[in-house]
């Protein structure tokens, strides 16, 4: 990545960060260990850890969606403890109450005042496991403090630590005992991607591993939180041409006017998927973000936010969004200048 | 996954419907696609108004097409069938026709029996005679409006049927069928306007139905709709001067007087006959006689007996004993003539040699045939040289005058028998009479034009043409000949015209004069009538034909030499010889030939230019284009783009596909697949994508470069792919028919 001098003298935006932005070869380094130090725990899933590592990039939450025991919540796991960081982890059920997360205020008999007592929400990586087992009164007071990164309890504001992801695993919505996350929810999370099964290999590989003991005890931070704040910056420093911003545009625009959707991709989709495709273009090594990245990401980051056009009984589920979303990208003519002409 | 397969199959089976809501619903444009082509129909149709007069042809032809259309596109939107709409639209078309033309024939009015085929047969016969016979732009009778009925319910038919297999482009071949007719008729006539239009109807037709064609019917009917509209003008003339009947007046039988004119103005005559003779004088070959006098036209006695003995013809009318003869023969070789009719001296005793069937008519001596032309024919007609001596014409007079041949109309305009009276009131005898009438027409300020009536609108031998020419002075041989036999009439002379050819080019050849008669040498005179003499030729037209001996004034000028076939100077006024010079345009001589086979070898170069021109158009075309995108490369600004819609339309153009909606990153890794290698493409991708998408510092991009990649691309196609790509690049198409995304 060629840096530009003055970049180099930025200060950073957090107050705890000494440090600027970093070079190329030192973010690349500093990536693929975290990647490979996730992949030590999570066998043949390259794509997925991949993908989650640039939402962490990104200042993004994921929502890691499929069924149990495909290794949602060890993806999660594997990748807080490989930073060196504040983890909290959650496990929703139906009797949690918001407060259990964000913490409650009590009375300090010595102090004769409110104390507040922190929740779990108060880390740097959040680990919400089943999070649509949770009644939508406990999933929208997480849901605020992703957005706000910050928590309001008896009228007070509490600054959550930065930076502040939030991994979240749920069942797929047909599955029993679960509450659908609506899209306004859903829409806060910066991508959702899926497990899948190993394969064959990867299954066998895992079979013998595991018999000597968790890989994830093992596993130890490569990275520390403010080298991670470096890596963000980084992230933020990537350059964005006016023609990937049309061309994010125009997929937005794409999705809000085809016929099998009745709700298209938000704004926040658009500025989400344009912090995607910088760290995507970051972790490539480029400081410049090509259609490409958007290409590859408009999937993940775009798919869980749009609504078919019919109902959504039997005949449209994450499949069939994908499809279209995918559908939607191919068909946008890509712009190669400034002017927006393809 | 299995995960994601297990749920693959019902989901697969939702995403169906929605898949197909996105394509174009059948039948959209459909309506719109109809009725464009209706109205492409219809403009092509309007081209032949330069051929036919009035308008109310025009309605019935649309009305016709756009009725079968309506029943296709009306059984379209009812049955889901694609065997039905044509049928039932070829149906209607059908029964409409019979409902209009022979609904009293037909079953129900509608259904065609045999007896309505015969009726059809019958009215599209008068229609094809009609059309030979008429003059343009020529008055619409039923058989022609019956035709172009016809014509355009098979066009509208056949132009649905490309619409319903999906190929908009062929109806191109349909409305061609409709534009060339004016073209056929008469060349140079055609209306461009008409021609743009339909070309621009069919354009919007093409528009409409885009996407359902291949790339390549565009490009061929493109292509033959353009090289056609150029080449056409230089092809027509030659179909013309070549293959159309050189006498198309004569070779009905009706009427050849209508289209004399026409045939005379029509330039670039041909050898129509040549003869040798016995006789003292050249002879006036005669094909018909024109007896009856409408007041719009001449016209043949209808319905005269006829026979067969062609050695033995009838004596001719009232000639009587008194009159000395000598006996004659001409020996005629008919060579590009096409005519029912044989020429023939007057009067004719007998002919020998023809082969094929024919018969005399008594009346006017003519022979003609009913089966056969005279096309080819050689044979020997004997006849009679009249000598009618001055005696006997100052005293002939014209009681026994043959039926209707004094007759006519009411309504003569006073100019006529005015002029008559003016001319020949001071004359002794009736023949002195018609002298006078020929020394007057034949005289100054009369003027031989064949272009003049035309132009000021009294071509013809009615009545009011007459009344024009009178006064104008101006006019060829059919006005005048009309005029004297009128004025003739006028004066109690019995008269009628006769159509024939006046004798031709004497040249001397194998020891005997050989008179050549071209196709210009058409002429048409009347023929007197004097008791005891029968009728005489006169010749009134001035620069045209002989001066009969008995004809010129014996006491006036008796030294004029009479038996020369040009016309002398001293017998005629100076517009002869512009009237021969006109015609000597012949090419005859070798010089002239030569200078004509010059001038034809220019036009074949310039025609070869204008299809290399052609040929070349797109080539050059796609050169601009490549050299506008460098300049662009070379100032910057959006240079990234010029650069890779170049690398883009450079595979196009070898028959990639490149969907605008693709990467730079996912094109250039496809094309490196098709080369094999990752070669300059890869590293000209990453300037481009520095350019495009990086930071406003990047190195910028070298048209070499580019040049590189554009070798290489051009490399891996085979020699057919790479000239197709020169001379026809698909990628200048792109624009229209962008890839399937």
């Known amino acids: 990545m060629d840096r530009l001098p003055e970049s180099e003298v930025e200060v950073g935006i957090d107050a705890e960060s000494a440090a600027g932005p970093l070079s190329a070869p030192e973010f690349l380094l500093d990536a693929r260990a975290v990647m490979a130090a996730v992949e030590t725990v999570i066998d043949g899933k390259r ?41 909290n982890r959650i496990q929703f059920t139906p009797d949690l109450l918001p407060s259990d997360i964000t913490g409650v205020s009590v009375f300090n008999q010595v102090a004769r005042d409110f104390e507040f007592k922190p929740g779990p929400v108060f880390a740097n990586i959040l680990i919400g496991d089943e999070i649509n087992r949770a009644s939508p009164k406990t999933q929208s007071a997480l849901l605020e403090s992703m957005e706000e990164r910050q928590v309001s309890v008896d009228g007070l504001t509490y600054e959550l630590p930065d930076p502040f992801t939030v991994i ?21 999370f910066m991508a959702r991607i899926s497990m899948g099964y190993p394969d064959a290999a990867n299954e066998a590989a895992m079979l013998r591993q595991r018999e000597k003991g968790s890989p994830l005890e093992e596993l130890r931070p490569v990275v520390t939180i403010e080298r991670l704040r470096q890596m963000i910056l980084t992230v933020r420093e990537v350059f964005v041409s006016p023609a990937v911003e049309h061309y994010v545009v125009a997929i937005a625009a794409g999705t809000r006017a085809d016929r099998e959707l009745r709700l298209g991709a938000s704004p926040r989709a658009t500025l989400q998927l344009v912090r995607a495709a910088k760290a995507r273009a970051a972790l490539d090594g480029r400081d410049f973000v090509l259609p490409d990245d958007i290409d590859a990401l408009a999937v993940p980051v775009l798919a869980h936010r749009l609504m078919p056009a019919k109902s959504s009984g039997s005949g449209y589920g994450r499949e069939a969004l994908a499809e279209i979303a995918a559908r939607i990208v191919k068909s946008t003519p890509v712009p190669l200048g400034a002017s927006g002409t393809a | 996954m299995a995960l994601t397969e297990v749920r693959t199959a019902p989901r697969a089976a939702g995403v169906g419907p929605a898949r197909r809501g996105s394509r174009l619903r059948p039948g959209e444009g459909r309506w719109a696609q109809a009725l464009l082509v209706a109205a492409a129909l219809a403009a092509a149709l309007a081209g032949l108004h330069v051929t036919l007069q009035g308008l109310s042809w025009w309605f019935v032809g649309t009305a016709y097409a756009a009725s079968v259309l309506l029943a ?12 039905w709409p044509p049928i039932v639209s070829l149906a209607a078309g059908v029964a409409l026709l019979t409902l209009g033309y022979a609904a009293d024939t037909a079953l129900l009015g509608i259904i065609p029996t045999p007896a309505t085929l015969a009726r059809f047969g019958t009215l599209v016969n008068s229609g094809v005679t009609s059309i030979v016979e008429q ?26 049927l490309a619409l319903a297999t999906r190929h908009p482009a062929l109806i191109a071949a349909p409305l061609a069928a409709i534009l060339v007719v004016p073209m056929a008729i008469k060349p140079g006539l055609a209306d461009a306007f008409w021609y743009l239009v339909t070309a621009a109807l069919y354009l919007a037709v093409l528009r409409i139905g885009r996407r359902r064609d291949s790339r390549r019917v565009v490009l061929v009917t493109g292509g033959i709709l353009v090289l056609g509209s150029l080449l056409l003008p230089y092809a027509l003339p030659g179909v013309d001067a070549r293959d159309a009947p050189r006498v198309s007046g004569l070779r009905t039988g009706l009427n050849p007087l209508i289209s004399l004119g026409d045939d005379l103005r029509r330039g670039d005559p041909m050898l129509a006959l040549s003869y040798t003779t016995s006789a003292q004088e050249p002879v006036y070959l005669r094909l018909t006689t024109l007896e009856t006098f409408t007041g719009e036209t001449w016209g043949p006695i209808v319905g005269s007996a006829q026979g067969g003995d ?78 009618p001596t001055s005696a006997q014409l100052a005293v002939a007079t014209s009681r026994d005058a043959p039926a209707g041949t004094l007759e006519l109309p009411d309504g003569v305009p006073e100019i006529i028998p005015q002029t008559a009276h003016a001319v020949a009131d001071g004359a002794a005898s009736s023949y002195d009479k018609a002298l006078a009438l020929q020394t007057y027409l034949r005289s100054e300020p009369f003027e031989y034009s064949e272009q003049a009536p035309v132009d000021e609108g009294f071509d013809g031998s009615g009545m009011d043409a007459l009344a024009v020419f009178l006064d104008r002075k101006v006019g060829y041989c059919v006005h005048y000949a009309s005029a004297m036999a009128v004025m003739a009439r006028e004066l109690g002379i019995p008269s009628r015209i006769a159509v024939g050819f006046q004798p031709g080019d004497r040249q001397f050849a194998d020891g005997s004069n050989v008179y050549s008669v071209s196709t210009d040498d058409l002429h048409a005179w009347p023929e007197l009538y004097f008791d005891g003499i029968g009728w005489l030729r006169f010749e009134p037209t001035p620069g045209r034909g002989a001066v009969p001996d008995y004809g010129t004034q014996p006491v006036d000028d008796p030294n004029t030499p009479q038996d020369e076939s040009s016309p002398t100077p001293s017998a005629l006024p100076t517009s002869a010889t512009d009237a021969r010079g006109d015609r000597d345009e012949t090419p005859q001589t070798p010089e002239q030939l030569a200078a004509q086979q010059g001038a034809s070898a220019l ?36 240079a990234a783009a010029a650069a890779w819609e170049e690398v883009r339309d450079t595979a196009r153009d070898v028959g990639w596909s490149a969907p605008e909606s693709e990467t730079p990153r996912t094109f250039a890794a496809r094309i490196a697949a098709e080369l094999g290698a990752e070669g300059a493409i890869g590293a000209f991708r990453g300037h481009v994508e520095a350019n495009a998408y990086g930071r406003p510092d990047a190195a910028a991009l070298s048209p070499a470069e580019l040049a590189a990649v554009r070798r290489e691309i051009l490399r891996s196609a085979d020699l057919r792919t790479r000239l197709r790509a020169f001379l026809l690049p698909p990628s200048l198409l792109y624009r229209w028919r962008p890839d399937d995304r």
């Open chain 2, 72 to 83: 296709a596109a009306l059984t379209r939107s009812l049955v889901r069938s694609a065997f």
């Open chain 2, 135 to 160: 003059r343009v732009p020529a008055t619409p009778e039923l058989g022609i409006v019956l035709l172009i009925a016809v014509l355009m319910v098979v066009c509208a038919w056949a132009a649905d």
């Open chain 2, 603 to 638: 036009v074949s170069l310039g025609v070869l230019a204008a299809v290399l021109l052609v040929a070349l158009t797109p080539a050059g075309f796609r050169a601009a284009v490549r050299r506008g995108r460098i300049r662009r490369i070379r100032q910057g600004g959006d």
């Open chain 1, 47 to 87: 794509d997925v850890i991949e993908l989650a590592t640039t939402v962490l990039l990104a200042e993004g939450h994921l929502l890691v969606e499929d069924v149990p025991g495909v290794g949602k919540t060890m993806l999660a796991r594997a990748l807080a403890k490989s930073v060196d960081c504040t983890v």
């Open chain 2, 310 to 387: 062609l050695t033995r013809f009838p004596a001719p009318t009232g000639l009587g004993g008194a009159t000395p003869y000598d006996e004659a023969t001409v020996d005629v070789t008919v060579s590009d003539v096409i005519t029912n009719w044989l020429p023939a001296p007057y009067p004719t005793t007998s002919v020998t040699g023809l082969t094929g069937e024919w018969f005399w008519e008594p009346d006017g001596l003519t022979v003609r045939s009913v089966e056969t032309g005279a096309r080819g024919q050689r044979y020997q007609a004997s006849f009679l040289e009249l000598a």
């Open chain 1, 168 to 188: 979240a695993t749920q069942n797929p919505v047909e599955m029993e005992g679960t509450y659908a996350l609506p899209e306004a929810q859903r829409d806060r």
